[in-house]
């Protein structure tokens, strides 16, 4: 049992480039949502799905856009990178949005130059 | 926004110390998790704790709703336990808001 898989664990980026973070869920899981973690801090929310074919902005969405065509899959893509956008960013999955219990997989470690 | 303050931001204690987490919230949740983020970063699930009380181990939780407030109670601390731990909340809205989260350093 996989769990959440995110790919890469770590990347390095120029100013401008784009890139894709994948997520990918096994659990059948309805939620699903992208969280960043700064140094000394906790996790802000970026967007999240409730569901095949619907997203919605967290608090930090600016610079990030994403997608659910299928249950198991939720992308995040940076549209042109920048620096302010280094960190570690984690992928979550919960059965339901109003009762389910959170898991995380292990983490992107992005830079950006 | 719900607003999460976690209390204390830092706290040592030596291996064998029992300690209390605080978790604080300024509007009704429908859940509540702790996490414990282990210091090669991954976040690990201890409780979904929305309210009453649990038991894992040397570790427990208790969520009073009402009164907004969450505890982490850690007893008999290792080495091991070391790390951030956080709490989360979900409202309504389904969005998921953490604390900025208590750092443990415990020295054996």
């Known amino acids: 049992n996989a769990g959440v898989t995110q790919t890469p664990k770590f990347q390095v980026l120029k100013t401008g480039q784009s890139m894709t973070l994948q997520c990918a869920q096994d659990?059948?899981?309805?939620?699903m949502s992208w969280y960043r973690q700064d140094p000394g801090m906790g996790l802000r929310l970026i967007h999240y799905s409730v569901g095949a074919g619907i997203t919605d902005q967290g608090e930090v969405p600016n610079g990030y856009n994403v997608s659910r065509s299928t249950t198991e899959d939720f992308p995040l893509r940076l549209l042109s990178a920048a620096p302010s956008q280094t960190s570690v960013y984690f992928c979550?999955?919960?059965?339901?949005?109003?009762?389910?219990?959170?898991?995380f997989g292990e983490g992107s470690r992005l830079t950006v130059l | 926004g719900i607003q999460v303050e976690q209390s204390p931001p830092d706290l040592i204690l030596q291996e064998g110390a029992n300690s209390t987490l605080r978790c604080n919230f300024s509007d009704s949740v429908n859940n509540l998790q702790w996490f414990h983020q282990n210091p090669w970063g991954q976040l690990i699930n201890l409780f979904y704790?929305?309210?009453g009380t649990k038991q894992n181990g040397r570790l427990s939780a208790t969520t009073v709703a009402t009164e907004r407030y969450s505890l982490l109670y850690i007893s008999s601390s290792q080495t091991t336990d070391s790390g951030v731990y956080f709490c989360?909340?979900?409202?309504?809205?389904?969005?998921?808001?953490f604390g900025d989260g208590t750092t443990l350093t415990v020295k054996p």
């Open positions: 989360a909340v979900d409202t309504n809205a389904g969005k998921s808001t």
């Open positions: 659990m059948n899981h309805e939620y």
């Open positions: 979550a999955s919960s059965y339901a949005t109003l009762s389910g219990e959170l898991f």
């Open positions: 704790i929305p309210s």
